[in-house]
């Protein structure tokens, strides 16, 4: 499981996976997510705007699996 720092209170899924090269695009995320078993905290997740915070986990079959983290900052 990789671990993944953000800045800020949360990061939107959409976000996430465009920050990861997932998709490229926010055009493609809809579509990303209603194709790909996406997991956050072991639950199917098809929102883009789902708010991720620090200590949540995403599964992304075929992809990857990340443990979200808050970054500190300067």
């Known amino acids: 499981m990789e671990q993944f720092q953000f800045y800020g209170e949360f990061i939107t ?4 996976l465009k920050t990861q090269n997932i998709v490229s695009s926010g055009g493609e995320i809809k579509s990303f997510l209603m194709e ?15 708010k991720l915070r620090s200590g949540d986990s995403v599964a992304i079959a075929g ?5 979200l983290a808050q970054g500190t900052g300067l």
């Open 63 to 67: 992809i990857g699996n990340w443990q």
């Open 13 to 16: 899924l959409g976000q996430f």
């Open 36 to 50: 790909t078993t996406v997991l956050v905290n072991r639950e199917r997740e098809t929102r883009r705007g789902r």
